[in-house]
């Protein structure tokens, strides 16, 4: 490290006398186009992980969000030709032939020509292998002569727009303004914050671990930094990376906690190209679960479900697309769909215990009025979720919106039943359809592919999940 620092000041003294400056910021550069310094990477190795650490619980959106920002620390691409780097650095340089990880967002342009923000992974690993595209590698030093702007570089500040779902590409300096500022203790930091210097970089926060106390041990980083990105922890325990040198070499240097406000809406969509572990795709066929059958008519709600974080296995390998959801399942999924929301009140039930893993979703459920029990003491936790049960609880969720249809087809729902403006709702909306053409089977328990399918169409019709 002290030879690095006395390298640095050699080089440094070298470019004063040679009568180079220094600057952050050209002179002439456009101020909303603020080009970002990466600093140095931290030494070392990983560490294997704590033993007895305890990893933090997040909700779907910052779930998806660590997702988002894992598809891009995962992702590998290869040059066809040399590409010069962020200010033409000789280490920034992309090599022909060798792989990195990372999409090189285009530093300057945060929309347009080169890589734009808009490109997905998928777009991006398309293009670059498209001798017709200005994204071609093997073009990119010739595009560059004409618009020498848009350097190629492994930037910072696109990882985290596009991890936190921000409707364009942003930079650190603009970065604050989708967040709330948190401050500079370490101890306050959570997952899916941001580690932020206006001008200088960015860091995304995407596990912590907590000791038995609850005091943070752990923190992993997700970065853009030339020439690839990376993901790495922190650690109490570790020499080469310890805890305090986050606190030290950027809390107490300038840096902030930005905190993403629309952080518990953040959707995901899985990637053909960069399929993280526990994601589920008909396309590509990724599939942890050895009981569901990509080619049957629940792949793709399950797909939608299982990936946003909605819905889990039952186990480790097996998802039982035909076994019924119960009350208490149905909801926690309904409180996953709403964003996770606290709740502190009691609940009038004698049949639910405040340590159950549902009892937060219940709460909140049972104090929105979105959930009620089958008796005033009662709540069922463990029987079977109806159909209409979950048809209404749905309804209830989105707010009880007005129907806009007036008939229902089916011979066994009663006008008037207590689900029946719930289910012109849902039926209308696409949310639910029947058994067949004659019958809804009302009173049948909802199966976990059929749960599925009514939740992904439920969270389309609401834009519940948003970003790409
Ligand atoms: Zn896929």
């Given at each position: 490290?002290?030879?690095?620092r ?5 080089c440094?003294?070298l ?28 030494e070392?190795?990983?560490?294997e992980?704590e ?10 959106g ?10 891009i ?9 040399d ?6 650095r000789?280490?920034n ?11 090189p967002?285009?530093?300057a342009h ?6 734009p ?8 690993l398309?293009q670059?292998?498209?001798?017709n595209s ?18 190629y570089?492994c ?6 727009s ?24 370490l101890?306050s930091?959570?997952v899916?914050d941001c ?8 860091r995304l926060?995407?596990?912590?671990t ?7 041990n ?11 990105a ?5 650690r ?28 518990e ?7 053909c190209?960069?399929p ?15 009981d ?8 793709e709600?399950?797909a ?14 097996s998802f039982?697309?035909?076994a019924?959801?119960t009350r ?15 709740c502190?009140?009691t609940l009038?039930?004698?049949?639910i215990?405040?340590?159950a893993?549902y ?10 009025g ?10 069922s ?7 209409a ?13 007005q129907p806009?249809?007036?008939?229902l087809?089916?011979?066994d ?11 012109l709702?849902?039926?209308?909306n ?35 999940f948003?970003?790409?």
């Open positions: 490290m002290r030879r690095l006395l390298r640095r000041a050699l440094l003294l470019a004063l006398l040679l009568g180079l400056t220094f600057l952050p910021f050209p002179a002439t550069a456009d101020p909303g186009l603020t080009e970002e310094e990466p600093l140095e990477p931290p070392g190795l990983d560490e992980a033993r007895g650490a305890i990893h933090a619980q997040v909700s779907p910052v779930r998806n969000m660590v997702k988002r920002a894992y598809q620390t995962d992702i590998q691409w290869t040059p066809k030709k590409i010069e780097g962020w200010k033409n000789e280490a340089r992309f090599l022909a032939g060798h792989t990195y990880s990372g999409i967002y285009g530093q945060r929309s347009g020509s080169y890589v923000w808009q490109t997905a992974y998928e777009e991006f398309r670059v292998n498209n001798p200005p994204m071609y590698t093997a073009r990119a030093v010739s595009q560059l002569a004409q618009n020498p702007g848009p350097y570089c930037d910072c500040s696109a990882l985290v596009w991890a936190w779902g921000l409707p364009q590409r942003e930079i650190t300096n603009t970065l604050p303004q989708y967040a709330d500022v948190i401050g500079t203790s101890n930091l959570q899916g580690i932020n210097k206006e001008g200088t970089h960015a926060v995407t596990d912590i907590y000791n038995s106390r609850g005091v943070i752990g923190v992993e980083i997700s970065e853009e930094r030339q020439p690839s990376k993901r790495f922890w922190y109490s325990s570790s020499s080469t990376r310890p805890l305090t040198a986050l606190q030290t070499e950027f809390l107490d240097q300038g840096y902030v906690i930005l905190r993403c406000r629309t952080r809406s953040i959707g995901y969509t899985h990637s190209a960069v993280l572990a526990g994601d589920l795709c008909p396309v590509c066929g990724a599939n942890p679960f050895q569901l059958n990509l080619e049957k008519w629940y792949a709600p399950v939608y479900v299982v990936n946003q974080g909605l819905m889990s296995g039952t186990s480790e390998d039982s697309p035909k019924a959801i208490s399942m149905a909801v926690t999924m309904i409180w996953r769909m709403k964003h996770s929301p606290a502190f009140g009038p039930f004698t049949d215990k405040t340590d893993y009892y937060p979703a219940l709460c909140w459920a049972w104090h929105q979105i959930a009620a029990g089958t008796a005033p003491d009662t709540f936790p463990k029987a079977d979720c109806t159909r049960q979950l048809v209404t609880m749905l309804w209830k969720a989105a707010g009880e919106p806009q249809i007036a008939e087809p089916f011979k729902v009663r006008k008037g039943a207590w689900y029946y403006q719930a289910l709702w849902a039926f209308g696409g949310v639910v359809s029947g058994k067949s053409a004659e019958s809804f089977g009302p009173s049948d328990s909802t199966t976990r592919a059929e749960a599925a399918a009514m939740l992904r169409s439920a969270c389309i019709l609401l834009g519940i948003t970003g790409k």
